[in-house]
């Protein structure tokens, strides 16, 4: 009875420990620093059983994060899409379990800024409440801009770094090829099996079947501590920041 009792409260202690963090630095990793890679050329057609999520022409497959249902309002021209600070997040009508991802991205030529107040924005795996609540894989512009690298491009924001750094030149269009795996939960909440995800950035591996703690979270370590989940939309984030808006285009799924 005792040793029972001494247990839990070595679990009360701990848990209160993880949820006393009020400072987002400390969940902010800086070593070891990812090897820097040069990528190849980029090119990603989408299969004939792809769900395409943006072809260039309208947000008709996205809706406001901050007001559901409502259309998004991101900037479409050429056959880009630009990110709209002032609008907020935007996410799929459509909801997700496991599937493969295609997206590219373009960081301004003429970014400013330094560490993360440079390119930033992030795509959401499962978006699974309001603002930025989900499973995030960062963008960001690491090519010679150093930040805490579980915070880097590649990076599981504050849970895993990527295997290299793969980043190209602001001006040039990057991709991120992703297999996403999204928890499993038992009747009672508890987790059946946690969510894992592979990342091809710019054709390489920076994450390797990683499995996530949870959710993400800007302050504290990330843990599966909200209620279960089921097919969630994908995310894709206005960062805050004052740099130059980063741009989107040819997005794809395919269900798996």
Not at 94 to 107: A, G, V
Not at 221 to 229: I, L, P
Request: hydrophobic share 35%.
């Amino acid at each position: 009875m005792h040793k029972r009792i001494i247990l839990a409260a070595t679990a009360a202690v701990l848990s209160t420990s993880v949820f006393a963090q009020t400072k987002p630095e400390e969940t902010e990793v800086w070593s070891p620093v990812p090897k820097v890679v040069t990528p190849g050329k980029v090119a990603a057609d989408a299969p004939n059983d792809a769900v395409i999520l943006f072809d260039g022409k309208d947000l008709s497959q996205w809706e406001s994060v901050n007001n559901p249902g409502q259309p998004a309002t991101w900037k479409v021209a050429d056959k880009i899409l630009t990110v709209s600070k002032t609008a907020g997040n935007i996410q799929t009508k459509r909801t997700f379990t496991d599937y493969q991802l295609h997206i590219e991205y373009r960081i301004p030529a003429n970014i400013t800024g330094t560490g993360q107040a440079r390119g930033n924005s992030g795509i959401f795996l499962a978006g699974i409440g309001p603002g930025d609540a989900g499973y995030e894989l960062q963008v960001l512009d690491n090519y010679n801009n150093a930040t805490y690298v579980n915070g880097q491009a590649g990076s599981l924001y504050k849970q895993t770094a990527p295997l290299v750094n793969a980043c190209k030149k602001p001006g040039e269009w990057q991709a991120y090829d992703v297999i996403w795996t999204a928890p499993r939960f038992n009747d009672d909440g508890s987790v059946k099996s946690p969510a894992r995800v592979t990342v091809i950035h710019n054709g390489v591996l920076v994450q390797n079947n990683t499995e996530l703690q949870g959710p993400t979270r800007y302050i504290g370590k990330a843990s599966y501590d909200k209620a279960a989940h089921g097919p969630s939309p994908i995310k894709l984030q206005a960062h805050g920041d004052k740099s130059e808006p980063l741009s989107f285009r040819n997005i794809w799924v395919r269900e798996l």
